[in-house]
């Protein structure tokens, strides 16, 4: 059952930095409702969107990067049964990934006002 919490917790993290990487030098190339960073902000114009897929590549493989080192850290140092620590590893997770967005908008306004 430890391989599966292993696996489990740093799936998230993982999917950050896949993510984050392939934003950052492959963005998908026109605003669509599929897939991508889509909010209003980015959708305006091909250049918002390009630069959003940018900085929330740079986010996001640094900031899954960070998560991957401290979850694993946390995994060996922490003596918490496998279970509750996992349910926190994901709490954070989520709140890492959804940091993320006021971010990206914060420097999408200041860039095409």
Not at 19 to 37: A, E, K
Not at 57 to 85: D, H, N, Y
């Amino acid at each position: 059952m430890g391989l599966f919490f292993w696996i489990f917790d740093l799936l998230m993290p993982s999917v950050m930095v896949f993510f984050g990487l392939l934003f950052r030098s492959h963005p998908p190339p026109s605003i669509n409702w599929v897939y991508g960073y889509r909010t209003s902000r980015s959708m305006k114009s091909l250049e918002a969107w390009d630069y959003a897929h940018r900085r929330l590549g740079r986010l996001w493989t640094v900031l899954g990067i960070m998560l991957f080192c401290s979850i694993a850290a946390s995994k060996l140092l922490i003596p918490l049964p496998e279970e509750q620590l996992s349910l926190y590893h994901v709490g954070i997770g989520m709140l890492v990934m959804l940091a993320s967005i006021p971010l990206v908008e914060r420097d999408l306004e200041r860039r095409f006002r």
